[in-house]
């Protein structure tokens, strides 16, 4: 989720832990400091976009290694407030503030390695948006109250009030994403369409509008489903998904990579000018996507790169905003292209 979530997460969980054991404010400083402190690890070069992207949300992201941390981290806060005989409470308020980022962040479709050093295996439930006021605000508000009456009972009340409504969003939207997975499953088929996967994820900050991708052995495709449309199958548009440059991936490390990390999400073309493109198709939509390199170079053959090339990015913003207040209100138009 996007860093400001993060960081009211953080801090709601550390005050809702503490209570009025010390004071609201230190409580939601170090919960909000400890719900950022995974993130900083965008600011680790690791020489190639690929592996920055596959290897951020890593070991700063895993639930063992974050609570092995706990222990000198919270021993530190404890001496640093003076507040020694409450050492246990602040590794507890602590822990749940850290904890919480990964598991958060692992509903959205990008991938956390919750288990290592047990296995690499990227958890993407793609159940929420990495940014959704729904699920923000209800946090941020219930934070504001508690902090603005100094940590009173009902100041208590507001913030443990907030993290259940928002949690109740967030879940919510899990049920949303079965409900629309199986109407996209119904209207594939009805369609002739018997894909290997499907993927479902809301579209930019709303649960109101859902994009689906289905994969089979030559092509995607994609559709989109609002809660707010009328009854009836979902339409979806075909596209190629560059099977024939599978044999000229396979030796390329991060194509690969990619590959693992978007659970097969993914597609390939060459450029014209002889390159050759792999794209993450989890975010983003068609043809915009935020994830896609370049990985090797034609000659008599492809040759990989010494180093990845990103060109991914998103497209022009007034047209999809545009279009995506539209389709949410249920209106059948085409998306951008």
Known sequence: ?????QVVLGAAVGVAVMRRRTAAWKAALWGGVAGTLPDLDVFIAHGDPILNMVLHRAESHA???LTLFLLPFAWLVARVQGEWGQWRRWWLALWLALVTHPL???FTVYGTQLLLPFTDYPVALGSVFIIDPAVTLPWLVGLAVVLVRRGDAR???ANLWGLALGTAVLLAGVGLQARVQSLARASLAEQGVHPERVLVTPAPLSMLLWRVVAMDDDSYYEGFHGLLDAPGPMRFDRFDRGARLEAAAAAIDGAQRIRRFSHGFYKLHESA???LVIT?????QEPHYSFAFVVAQRGSDFR???VAQAVGGAGPVAPA??????RIRGEQVAPPR
């Open 1 to 5: 989720m996007d860093s400001l979530t």
């Open 63 to 65: 639930l063992f290694w």
């Open 104 to 106: 958060l962040d692992a």
């Open 155 to 157: 100041g208590q009340r």
């Open 273 to 275: 000018g002889g390159q």
């Open 280 to 284: 993450d198709l989890r975010m983003g």
């Open 304 to 306: 990989a790169l010494p």
């Open 321 to 326: 905003l545009a279009w995506l207040a539209r």
